[in-house]
């Protein structure tokens, strides 16, 4: 296997999970919201031919479904958790890694075949939130020394890594990679986004999103 490219996909315990929703769905509801929007980020990255492995990090095992790794959580922190999973995955043999979070419910193959393809050119590309403040979406070469920088203002701080490492920086716009829940008005716009596919007829390259087929099912 050439160049091996991990996808770690971090995800909080389920008491913590989408707390800021509290407001708009009970707790089973958005423990169901988190299993399923893992799920299309899992699913997804299982087809994408560009992902050798793919590791979910988290302090419980419980929400991942069984065919994939968990690589554990100390409680250290989102970057702490990366920087020890990275290490398990250079042990390994990975040579890229792709860190996706879990709530991206618009996500396709061809986003993480950007991500990575560019990233490989690169040695480091990222794909920012809406606002343009966070990351949604990484791809790093852990022979370059690169620290991770997720809290706050997380692009410009990755960015700023990047740029001392000497890195090209690379920046991915695409919706797939951009959408995340993390409001109650995220969910309207996931539900209209959901009801506009499901109306969609088949066409090819049209990559139906797999929560639409779980919704309509």
């Known amino acids: 296997m050439t160049n091996p490219c ?3 996909v971090p995800i909080k315990g389920r008491e913590k999970c989408k707390s800021r929703l509290a407001g ?6 958005r423990l ?8 299309h980020v899992l699913e997804r990255l299982s087809v994408a031919a560009v992902i050798d492995r793919i590791a979910v990090v988290s302090p419980e095992r419980d929400d991942v479904p069984l065919q994939f790794e968990v690589l554990g959580d100390a409680g250290g922190g989102l970057n702490a958790a990366l920087h020890d999973a990275q290490r398990i995955a250079v042990a390994r043999g990975a040579s890229g890694l792709v860190i996706l979070p879990a709530d991206l419910p618009l996500l396709t193959v061809a986003d993480i075949d950007a991500l990575v393809e ?3 050119r690169a040695g480091f590309a990222l794909a920012a939130d809406e606002e343009g403040t966070g990351t949604n979406g990484l791809y790093v070469m852990p022979a370059t020394g690169f620290r991770f920088q997720f809290g706050p203002a997380s692009r410009e701080r990755h960015v700023a890594e990047a740029m001392r490492l000497g890195l090209p920086v690379e920046i991915i716009e695409s919706g797939g990679l951009q ?13 209209d986004h959901l ?23």
Do not use: Y
């Open 6 to 8: 991990w996808a770690l």
């Open 32 to 39: 169901s919201l988190v299993r399923t929007m893992l799920g």
């Open 179 to 191: 959408f995340d829940v993390d409001s109650a008005d995220d969910l309207i716009r996931l539900d």
């Open 195 to 217: 009801r506009s596919w499901s109306r969609r007829p088949p066409e090819r390259g049209n990559e139906k999103p797999w929560l639409t087929e779980r919704r309509t099912g």
């Open 118 to 120: 560019r990233g490989q």
């Open 24 to 29: 708009r769905l009970g707790a089973e509801a």
